[in-house]
Nanobody, 130 residues
Framework: QLRFVESGGGLVQPGGSLRLSCNLS????????IGWFRQAPGKEHEAVSC????????????DYAESAKGRFTVSRDDAKNTVYLQMNSLNPEDTAVYYC???????????????????WGQGTQVTVSS
C-alpha cells in the first residue's frame, strides 16, 4: 500500500522560504503524478501544485495554482522516491497543513490538480507569521 510522509514544515517569517519533502513508501514513485495540497483551518483542501511522471512522455511537467505561480517550485527525485515543494516569498495566507497525494492524470499522462485514489497522510504544518 502506498504511503506518503510529508516533512519540512515549520514556522517562518513572511518573505521566508521552506522546502517540503514528500517521501513514498510501499512502492516506487516513477509511474505516479503527485500533487501538493494544503488545508487551512476551517477550509477545504486546496490544490497547490502537481508534477507529472517522467514516464510516457509527460516528462515531469509541473502545474501550479495561481497563488503558487512564481513563488513555488515542485520537483521530483524518483531515485529517492521523493517529491519536493520549494516555497519562497511565503505570506500568512500560505499557513496551512500541506499534503502530498497521487493525482489524476490526462490521457497523455499529464498531472491534473485533483486528488486521485488513496488517503490523505498526516501532512506537515506550515505557519507563516512574524
Amino acid at each position: 500500500q502506498l504511503r506518503f510522509v510529508e516533512s519540512g514544515g515549520g514556522l517562518v517569517q513572511p518573505g521566508g522560504s521552506l522546502r517540503l519533502s514528500c517521501n513514498l513508501s510501499g512502492g516506487t514513485l516513477d509511474p505516479y503524478a503527485i500533487g501538493w495540497f494544503r488545508q487551512a483551518p476551517g477550509k477545504e483542501h486546496e490544490a497547490v501544485s502537481c508534477i507529472s511522471s517522467n514516464i510516457g512522455g509527460s516528462s515531469g511537467r509541473a502545474d501550479y495554482a495561481e497563488s503558487a505561480k512564481g513563488r513555488f517550485t515542485v520537483s521530483r527525485d524518483d531515485a529517492k522516491n521523493t517529491v519536493y515543494l520549494q516555497m519562497n516569498s511565503l505570506n500568512p495566507e500560505d499557513t496551512a497543513v500541506y499534503y502530498c497525494v497521487v493525482t489524476i492524470t490526462t490521457v497523455r499522462n499529464m498531472c491534473v490538480m485533483k486528488k486521485g485514489g488513496g488517503s490523505w497522510g498526516q501532512g506537515t504544518q506550515v505557519t507563516v507569521s512574524s
